[in-house]
Nanobody
Framework: QLQLAESGGGLVQPGGSLRLSCTAS????????IGWFRQAPGKEREGVSC????????KYADSVKGRFTISRDNANNTVYLQMNSLKAEDTAMYYC?????????????????WGQGTQVTVFS
C-alpha cells in the first residue's frame, strides 16, 4: 500500500524554525515529484513547495520563497521541508503528497496519495 507520513510539526514562536519530514512506504520516492502543501482553517489547500525526482528542480510559493527549503534524500525515501523565519500566517496543517513523474508542478490535482498531515502553529 502506497503511503506517506509527515512528521516534525509543532509549536514555534515567530522567527523560529522547524523541519518537516515526509517518508514514503510501499513505493520509492525517487521516481516522482514530491510536493508540500498546507491548509489553514477556512482556507483552501495551497501548494508550498515541490521538488523533482532527482532534486535538481524546485518550486516555491511566493509567500515562502527565501524562508523555506525543500530537499530530498532518496536513499532514505524521505523529503524534507526546512522552514525558517516562521510567521503567524504559516500556521496550518502541512501535507506531503506524491506527484507525477517528469513534471515539476504544484497542481494539487496531480498529487496522490497524500499523508495525514502535521500541524504547524506559529504563535507569539
Amino acid at each position: 500500500q502506497l503511503q506517506l507520513a509527515e512528521s516534525g510539526g509543532g509549536l514555534v514562536q515567530p522567527g523560529g524554525s522547524l523541519r518537516l519530514s515526509c517518508t514514503a512506504s510501499g513505493f520509492t520516492l525517487d521516481r516522482y515529484t514530491i510536493g508540500w502543501f498546507r491548509q489553514a482553517p477556512g482556507k483552501e489547500r495551497e501548494g508550498v513547495s515541490c521538488i523533482s525526482s532527482g532534486g535538481g528542480s524546485t518550486k516555491y510559493a511566493d509567500s515562502v520563497k527565501g524562508r523555506f527549503t525543500i530537499s530530498r534524500d532518496n536513499a532514505n525515501n524521505t523529503v524534507y521541508l526546512q522552514m525558517n523565519s516562521l510567521k503567524a500566517e504559516d500556521t496550518a496543517m502541512y501535507y506531503c503528497a506524491k506527484g507525477p513523474s517528469g513534471i515539476v508542478t504544484m497542481n494539487r490535482r496531480l498529487f496522490a496519495p497524500w499523508g495525514q498531515g502535521t500541524q504547524v502553529t506559529v504563535f507569539s
